[in-house]
């Protein structure tokens, strides 16, 4: 009787496995049901086109970005950035992989959680958005969501590769990559307020700049 019992229960859970599955009839009726929504033209554009808007909507919202030809030109990029704007040689990242190889020269690169006292932060994109000059910043120890707000100054390193189009591609990006944050912050550029007499303050609730290092090909394989 007893092994009768745990085959009756198998026969049931592989029957909800198929159902529920990926390719099972549950999802293809929800697939089936859910109806194609007109994406905007800004949106749907490709190639160079998407990146130069990229590059200008977030510009239009304060951003401030730097081309790079490849991932070793960062820390001096960054080095030339914390001068220009008179920040101490140092930066605190998280545990993201591309930033272990590199030479830092002379910034004094530290790992970790965001703080409070921290003048600059540094984290890596999943995405920009084309549509809006958005940034998606997804969690984790390799890029903790208080590097995105805590720091004064928050630098982003974002790959061409990783600039879509739009929202509805950047969620089918996440799907691809079988990513799941547990958070995923959508930062348009830095933090901003007028609620207090009307007049615009940057860094309100967050960091006072955002700068973007854009990088050109894919990190992918890095």
Request: charged letters at 20%; proline letters at 6%; aromatic letters at 4%.
């Amino acid at each position: 009787m007893g092994g009768a019992a745990v085959s009756a229960r198998d026969r049931i859970l592989a029957r909800l496995a198929t159902a529920l599955g990926p390719e099972g009839p549950r999802a293809t009726a929800v697939a089936g049901w859910r109806p194609a929504r007109p994406v905007p033209a800004m949106a749907r554009l490709d190639g160079a086109a998407r990146i130069d808007q990229f590059v200008a909507k977030a510009v239009a919202v304060d951003c401030t970005i730097t081309r790079l030809g490849g991932l070793a030109e960062l820390p001096g990029a960054l080095g030339h950035e914390l001068r220009q704007r008179n920040l101490p040689a140092a930066i605190r990242t998280g545990t993201e992989p591309i930033f272990a190889g590199l030479d830092w020269g002379t910034v004094d690169r530290s790992v970790g959680m965001g703080r409070v006292e921290e003048p600059a932060s540094l984290s890596r994109a999943a995405f920009g958005l084309a549509e809006t000059g958005t940034l998606a910043l997804a969690s984790g120890p390799e890029n903790p969501v208080t590097l995105t707000f805590l720091g004064e100054t928050h630098f982003v390193v974002l790959a061409e590769a990783d600039v879509v189009g739009g929202f509805e591609e950047m969620w089918a990006g996440f799907r691809a990559r079988g990513m799941d944050p547990r958070t995923l912050n959508l930062v348009t550029g830095p933090s901003r307020s007028a609620d207090i007499g009307q007049k615009l303050q940057l860094g309100a609730h967050g960091p006072v700049a955002v700068h973007v290092f854009l990088l050109a090909g894919s990190l992918a394989e890095v």
